[in-house]
Each structure stands twice: as structure tokens, then as C-alpha cells.
């Protein structure tokens, strides 16, 4: 697993900060984001919890060396 930030997300965040806008990324947390790909079967999605955490700190690391995630308020 990887993280890989979009073109478009940071043209979007670029513009904001331009227009002197203050952005509020929304991210899913990494339990809703598994529990909603589970599907019918044995599979348990949690399993790639310990796997997946790392790449929500990465996220979370890079939005804020950009500037776009504050504080919670």
C-alpha cells in the first residue's frame, strides 16, 4: 500500500489557499473505510487495519506540511 495524492486534489487545495480560503479536508477513518469495503464472506476487512494505519499517518503528515489540516475546532 501507497500513498499517492492527486492532481486534481492539489489544484483544488492550491486554488483555495490563492483565494485565501482556509481548506478542511474531510478523510474517513480507517475503520469506516474497511468496514465499508467488507463484503459477504470470511474475509475479515479489519485484518488490514495494521497495514492500513501507516498510510492514514502518511496522509495525515503530508496534509499538514501543506497547510491544509488544522486543529480540530
Same mark, same amino acid.
Given at each position: 500500500? !501507497?500513498?499517492?495524492?492527486?492532481? *486534481?486534489?492539489? @489544484?483544488?487545495? !492550491?486554488?483555495?489557499?490563492? @483565494? ?11 475503520? !469506516? ?7 459477504? =464472506?470470511?474475509? #475479515? ?9 501507516? *498510510? ?8 499538514? #506540511?501543506? #497547510? !491544509?489540516? =488544522?486543529?480540530?475546532?
Amino acid at each position: 500500500m !501507497s500513498v499517492s495524492w492527486s492532481a *486534481i486534489a492539489k @489544484k483544488h487545495i !492550491s486554488e483555495a489557499k490563492e @483565494k485565501g480560503l482556509d481548506t478542511r479536508p474531510v478523510l474517513l477513518g480507517p475503520v !469506516s473505510y474497511l468496514l465499508g469495503k467488507a463484503r459477504d =464472506g470470511d474475509f #475479515g476487512p479489519l485484518t488490514l487495519l495494521p497495514r492500513l494505519l501507516p *498510510i492514514y499517518a502518511e496522509v495525515l503528515r503530508r496534509s499538514r #506540511g501543506r #497547510g !491544509s489540516l =488544522g486543529a480540530a475546532r
